[in-house]
C-alpha cells in the first residue's frame, strides 16, 4: 500500500505539483507586482487621481484599488524607488525576490549597492531581510557594520472577557500589596511574568540564580538583545545590568560550538546562598514585602569594580531591582545600613525644595558620589535631574 499522492514505487507526485503550483502563482505575482510598479510611476506622471476628482494618488489607490492606507503608501514609495533599481525590478518580475523582500530592500539600496543587496537576500527569510535593513542607512552595503538598533516599548493591546478582567483586577490589588505600592501596569505584567517563568526554588537551591542568560551582542552593531520565545529583541544597557547583576553565565553562542567554559554564576551560590538566608529570603526595600522572584544585586555595580563582598550585596525583588537599574530608585549603603530613596516621590522633592538651590560644585559632588556607588554617569545625571532644583543641563 502506497501513501497518499504516491507512485506504487514510492516517489512522490501530488505535493510536487502543488509545490510547482504554488511557487508558478508566486512567480506571477511578482511579475504583475512588478509591471504595477511601473503603472504606478506612470499613473504618478498623468496624475490619474484629478480625473476621479480625487485628492492624491494614495486616495485614488484605497478607492479603486482596495488598498489600505498604509499599504497604499508603502505601494507608492517602492514603484518610485524601483525607477532607480532596474536590477531589483527585474528580480522582483522573475521571482526572484517577492515583493516584501523588495519593498525592505528599498529602504537601503541605491543603484551602486543594488546588485550586492540582490545576492546577499537570496534565500534569506522577509524576517533576516527586515534585520538586516534595520541596522543600515541608505546607501549602506550589507558588509557595512550596522548601526545599532534602539531598544524600544513594545505596544500589547488584549480584550479580556468579565471574569478575566476581574481577576486581572484581584491580581493586581494582590501584587500591589505585596510589593508595597501601586503598580502601574508594566511593573505588574512583569510581576505576572516572573511568576511564570521562575522555576520552584528549594530551599537547598538557594545558591542558583533566577537567571541564565546569554549575553548576545551584534557583532555588526553591539546591541545587546534577549531572546523571547524565538526572537531576538533589542534591550536597553539598565535591563542588561539588571540581569547581568545574578545570573548563570553561558559564554558566547556565535561560534560554532561552546566555548570550552563551564557555565559560571555571575555570585558564588555559597556567597548568594549567605545573602538570601541573611535578608530573610525577602526584598530588603523598605515598604516591599515581596518573598518571590527574588535577585542578588550589587551596591557597587560590577562594571565600576564592584565585587561580590557580601556586606555589599542585598536581596531585591525582579521589580524593585528593574526600577532601581532604571534610575527610579537609588539604593546604597551597606546590607548593614542600606538607604532607598525614590526621586520621583512628590514628599522628597518637597523637602528639597526647602534646602535650597545647590551650587555648580555640589550637583557635581552629587554625580560623583552616584557614579561611586554604582550609577553609570547616565543614570546619575537622569536620576539628579528629576529634582526640580538640579536642571539637566548643569548636570552635563
Request: glycine share 8%; aromatic share 4%.
Amino acid at each position: 500500500m502506497t501513501g497518499h499522492g504516491s507512485n506504487e514505487d514510492g516517489s512522490n507526485t501530488e505535493w510536487e505539483a502543488v509545490h510547482a503550483a504554488l511557487m508558478s502563482i508566486a512567480r506571477r505575482r511578482g511579475a504583475l507586482d512588478a509591471e504595477e510598479a511601473r503603472l504606478l510611476r506612470r499613473a504618478e506622471d498623468v496624475q490619474i487621481w484629478l480625473r476621479f476628482g480625487m485628492v492624491s494618488p494614495l486616495d485614488y489607490l484605497e478607492r479603486k484599488l482596495g488598498y489600505a492606507p498604509h499599504t497604499a503608501n508603502e505601494r507608492l514609495r517602492v514603484a518610485s524607488a524601483l525607477a532607480d533599481l532596474p536590477e531589483m525590478e527585474r528580480a522582483l518580475e522573475t521571482g526572484e525576490l517577492c515583493f516584501s523582500a523588495v519593498r525592505e530592500l528599498t529602504r537601503v539600496a541605491t543603484e551602486d549597492g543594488e546588485a550586492a543587496w540582490i545576492t546577499w537576500a537570496a534565500g534569506k527569510s522577509v524576517r533576516e531581510i527586515e534585520q538586516k535593513v534595520a541596522t543600515h542607512d541608505p546607501g549602506d552595503l550589507p558588509t557595512d557594520l550596522g548601526k545599532p538598533v534602539e531598544a524600544q516599548s513594545h505596544r500589547v493591546s488584549i480584550e479580556l472577557p468579565p471574569e478575566t478582567y476581574a481577576r486581572w483586577r484581584q491580581a493586581i490589588a494582590i501584587l500591589s500589596d505585596e510589593h508595597g505600592r501601586r503598580l502601574d501596569l508594566p511593573s505588574f505584567v512583569g510581576a505576572l511574568l516572573d511568576a511564570a517563568l521562575d522555576q520552584k526554588v528549594a530551599d537547598g537551591d538557594l545558591g542558583r540564580a533566577r537567571y541564565q542568560i546569554a549575553i548576545t551582542r551584534c557583532a555588526e552593531c553591539r546591541q545587546a538583545t534577549q531572546e523571547g520565545g524565538g526572537v531576538q529583541v533589542a534591550i536597553g544597557p539598565d535591563a542588561l545590568a539588571c540581569a547581568s547583576c545574578d545570573a548563570v553565565e553561558i559564554g558566547s553562542i556565535d561560534g560554532d560550538g561552546p566555548d570550552g567554559q563551564l557555565a559560571t554564576q555571575t555570585i558564588p551560590p555559597r556567597i548568594r546562598r549567605f545573602v538570601m538566608h541573611r535578608d530573610g529570603r525577602k526584598c530588603r526595600v523598605p515598604g516591599c514585602r515581596s518573598a518571590k522572584h527574588l535577585d542578588v544585586h550589587h551596591l557597587h555595580h560590577r562594571e565600576h569594580g564592584g565585587d561580590h563582598e557580601p556586606s555589599l550585596l542585598v536581596t531585591m525583588c525582579g521589580s524593585c531591582h528593574a526600577a532601581h537599574h532604571r534610575g527610579d530608585l537609588i539604593v546604597r549603603g551597606t546590607a548593614q545600613d542600606l538607604v532607598v530613596e525614590r526621586p520621583n516621590d512628590p514628599d522628597v522633592r518637597a523637602r528639597r525644595s526647602h534646602v535650597g538651590s545647590p551650587t555648580r560644585g555640589e550637583r557635581e559632588d552629587a554625580k560623583l558620589a552616584l557614579v561611586t556607588l554604582g550609577f553609570t554617569p547616565a543614570l546619575a545625571r537622569d536620576a539628579l535631574a528629576r529634582v526640580p532644583d538640579v536642571p539637566a543641563r548643569s548636570l552635563e
